[in-house]
C-alpha cells in the first residue's frame, strides 16, 4: 500500500497469527508472545490502516480476562517493518466493548486517524463510539458515543464499517442486528 490510504484489513482469527506470520498476513503483526502475556490482547477482530506519515494503526479488542478491565478497544501505531512507534494504548476506559465485537480504524487524508466500535457497557449500550487521533497517536477527540448510530440488542457484536472522506472527515456505517436497518453518519476531522 502507499500513503494515504483508507484501506481495512479484516484480519484472521488469533489462533491463525503466529511468529510465522500464516493467515496470509502481509503486514506486521502481533507477535504469538504479545497475544499471550495480553500486551497485544486476544481477540477475533483486528483492522488496521496506512497512515498519511507511511505507519500502520492496528485496532483491535482486547478480551485477554487476565486484565483488570477486558474487551476495551486499542490501538498501536508501528512502522513499515513492524517497529512499535506507539504502544498499545487504550482507546476508551468506559465505553467497554464484548470479547467478540468489531472494531474499524480508518486513515484520514488530512493525517491522523479515527477508531469506531460498538460498546457493551458504560454510557449508552449497543452503539456506536469513536475517537480521532493524530498520526503520533495524540488525542484530537476523545472517545465519543453517537447514540444515533444504534446495532440494536445485543449489538456490540453487529457490523461497523468506515471510510474516509475527501474532505479530510470520516463516515461510520452501522447495521442494526434487531431491524437489519443500516444507517451511518458523516464526521469532520476532529
Known amino acids: 500500500l502507499t500513503a494515504p490510504s483508507s484501506v ?3 484480519f484472521p482469527e488469533t489462533a491463525a497469527i503466529n511468529p510465522n506470520g500464516q493467515g496470509g498476513i502481509l503486514a506486521p503483526s502481533f507477535t504469538y508472545a504479545q497475544m499471550q502475556t495480553g500486551i497485544a490482547g486476544g481477540t477475533s477482530r483486528q483492522f488496521a490502516a496506512v497512515l498519511t506519515n507511511g505507519n500502520i494503526v492496528q485496532v483491535w479488542i482486547n478480551n485477554n ?11 498501536r501505531v508501528i ?23 468489531n472494531i474499524s480504524v480508518v486513515a484520514l ?3 491522523g486517524f479515527a477508531v469506531g466500535w460498538l460498546n457493551q457497557s458504560g454510557g449508552t449500550t449497543d452503539v456506536a463510539n469513536y475517537a480521532i487521533y493524530s498520526n503520533t497517536g495524540s488525542v484530537v477527540t476523545a472517545a465519543t ?45 476532529t
Request: cysteine-free.
Open 8 to 10: 481495512n484489513f479484516s
Open 65 to 75: 480476562a487476565t486484565l483488570t478491565t477486558p474487551n476495551q478497544p486499542y490501538f
Open 79 to 101: 512502522d513499515s517493518s513492524g517497529t512499535v512507534v506507539v504502544s498499545p494504548t487504550v482507546v476508551s476506559a468506559t465505553f467497554i466493548s464484548s470479547a467478540y465485537s
Open 109 to 111: 487524508t488530512g493525517g
Open 145 to 189: 458515543q453517537d447514540t444515533t448510530l444504534n446495532a440494536g440488542s445485543g449489538g456490540s457484536y453487529a457490523p461497523i464499517q468506515m471510510t474516509s472522506l475527501a474532505n479530510g472527515g470520516f463516515a461510520i456505517a452501522v447495521k442494526n442486528i434487531s431491524s437489519a436497518v443500516i444507517s451511518f453518519r458523516a464526521y469532520n476531522s
